[in-house]
């Protein structure tokens, strides 16, 4: 049994509770906001963010860092990736040498480009950091449904120390060192699925999505091998597992959210229907910047950027990619 503290505790920290609490482990959940931790010592359920998913008597809440992550074998960050360098600011001076921890959250920065691993690092360099991706709604997680994700480290053995903490019968966790991929993969597939969502709520059907899924996985693998991935990542559950799921499911938020920019709801307005944080609307802008600082053509994520941004309707994207000049598949 492992002492383990989850830092985050939205609808994927409570799921991934559940999932730590359910293989054996002592689980610490931190929240900042006082009313959460309430609701969740006393519900025993994310009512507004997980409803019907009963998390384990053995997890505890908490407001206080220091309670939370002391002693911890393990902590996973599961903060939206808006507050992932707030937070591991905060608690840098109570993070002690070699402490491994698991980056959980998917985004880029729109002001450095980097990834929420390389994020952490920066603020926490002592730290062995580490990453988990892959098609993984909290919603069925919490539920334990079976899923399939991968741990990413920057060596195997400490991806497989990830893996042997998250892994069960219904949690299946594959290990990789192409960390860098799979933070790509997890980050980008968000400002596809919001393409693939505002063709939702534009009426249009399978052929539309089926071309965006494809286009898209194709427009991020070409980012991620300039950046110096491996393409085979790309093939795999962080890129387009994660990409396919993003897109389709019920369960999306930046899926959500592009419906309903399709139907004619502003970014703020989708945004604030969702209730929730839409990562692809913040990692948009930096997928944008990544492809113009190494030269590789996005056009899906430069014509999200220009609904988002620059207040282009999504009908119009839709024909600008339509219209682009005549290609070779690649």
């Known amino acids: 049994m492992a002492d383990i503290a989850i830092i ?12 730590l609490a359910h293989n054996g482990h002592k689980v610490t959940v931190w929240s900042i906001l006082e009313g959460e931790v309430d609701m969740l010592r006393n519900k025993r359920e994310h009512v507004t963010k997980l409803p ?19 002693g911890k074998e393990l902590i996973v960050m599961a903060v939206p990736s808006p507050f992932i360098r707030s937070t591991a600011r905060s608690m840098r001076e109570q993070v002690p040498r070699g402490q491994l921890m698991a980056v959980v959250s998917k985004g880029i920065e729109e002001e450095t480009l980097l990834t929420q691993t390389d994020i952490v690092k920066e603020e926490i360099p ?24 991968v741990a990413g480290a ?20 594959y ?7 799979i933070e790509l993969g997890g980050s980008l597939k968000n400002v596809i699925a919001l393409a693939a969502g505002m063709a939702d709520g534009l009426g249009f059907g399978d052929n539309t999505k089926a071309a965006l899924i494809t286009r898209g996985i194709a427009e991020i693998a070409r980012l991620a091998i300039a950046m110096g991935a491996d393409y085979r990542t790309l093939s795999g559950l962080s890129g387009i597992g994660d990409l396919i799921v993003t897109c389709a499911s019920r369960h999306s938020r930046n899926r959500k959210a592009g419906m309903l920019i399709g139907q004619g709801y502003t970014m703020d307005e989708a945004m604030a229907e969702v209730k929730m944080v839409v990562e692809g609307v913040y990692s948009a802008k930096a997928a944008l910047a990544l492809a113009k600082k190494y030269g590789v053509d996005m056009p899906i994520v430069e014509q999200v950027n220009k609904v988002l941004f620059d207040g282009e309707s999504a009908r119009d994207a839709v024909m600008e990619l339509m219209l682009r000049e005549k290609k070779t598949e690649s």
């Open 8 to 19: 985050g505790a939205g609808s994927w920290g409570t799921a991934l509770s559940t999932v």
């Open 52 to 70: 019907g998913v009963i998390i384990p008597a053995s997890v505890e809440f908490t407001t206080d860092m220091e309670i939370a992550i002391k």
């Open 126 to 149: 002592w730290a062995a950091v580490t990453a988990l991706s892959g098609p993984s709604h909290a919603e069925e997680v919490g539920r334990a449904l079976p899923t399939t994700v």
């Open 154 to 173: 920057d060596t195997l053995e400490i991806a497989e120390k990830i893996q042997g903490y998250f892994m069960n019968g219904v949690f299946r966790v």
């Open 175 to 181: 290990t990789s060192t192409d960390l860098l991929g």
